[in-house]
């Protein structure tokens, strides 16, 4: 009996351990199908994602559309039409050093020049900030003008915002307010060096600025 018993105790070790053997092995094949069957999937998102076209392609693309007429016009407005003084072809027909005339926009435009002032006629028209400071510069180059101290000059900066100052009276004025015609034209001189519009105003008419006046 007690031969018997140790024969079956073994019996049982064996029967047991073949039992894990067969276990681990499943275990192990369903691991390898796992995988097997894992590995060529991710192969192929890897190599769709790679495909598809990058976001940041498809914004330089659009971005890439021939411009309107439009939207031309309205680029050149903000980037300036002029490079250089030259461009504007300054000149003095009549040889008197007075009367000038240059081009802008392939229109023509009338400067008159006496001491220290320049005179630039319907000056309202030009509203670019850039080509205005251009048209300055070569209007200081031909005949300097001096700053409000009578010993410096003037630069083609503060021309340029002189100017712009009776653009924005030009454009805030009623059509039926007489003081529109004074300002439809630039002088350029020394007085008004650095001045607004309502400081020039001022300066003219002796009253304080009132927005009320001109509405």
């Known amino acids: 009996m007690k031969r018997l018993s140790i024969i079956i105790r073994f019996l ?7 039992i894990s053997l067969v276990t681990m092995s499943g275990c192990q094949l369903m691991k390898d199908d796992t995988a097997s069957d894992t590995e060529p999937s991710f192969v192929i998102t890897e190599s769709e994602e790679t495909e598809l076209p990058e976001p940041d392609t498809e914004i330089v693309e659009t971005g890439s559309e021939p411009e309107t007429e439009t939207e031309y016009e309205q680029n050149a ?26 081009v802008y926009a392939d229109e023509e435009f009338h400067a008159i ?5 320049w005179k630039v006629v319907n000056s309202w028209r030009i509203t670019n900030e850039d080509d205005i400071t251009i048209i300055c510069r070569a209007l200081q180059e031909e ?3 001096h700053g409000i101290d009578g010993a410096s000059y003037r630069t083609p900066q503060d021309m340029a915002f002189e100017w712009q100052q009776h653009n924005i009276a030009y454009k805030l004025l009623p059509e039926d307010n007489p003081w529109r015609e004074n ?9 008004d060096q650095g001045k607004t519009f309502e400081q020039m105003y001022e300066d003219r008419t002796g009253k304080k600025f009132d927005p009320r006046d001109f509405l």
């Open 77 to 102: 407005e903000e980037k300036g039409i002029l490079t250089s003084p030259a461009d504007i072809e300054l000149k003095n027909p009549g040889g008197d050093g007075k009367e000038y005339s240059f």
């Open 143 to 145: 005949h300097p003008i």
């Open 113 to 117: 020049y006496t001491p220290d002032n």
């Open 12 to 18: 049982s070790v064996i029967i047991g351990c073949t």
């Open 183 to 191: 300002v439809k034209d630039v002088d350029l001189n020394p007085s």
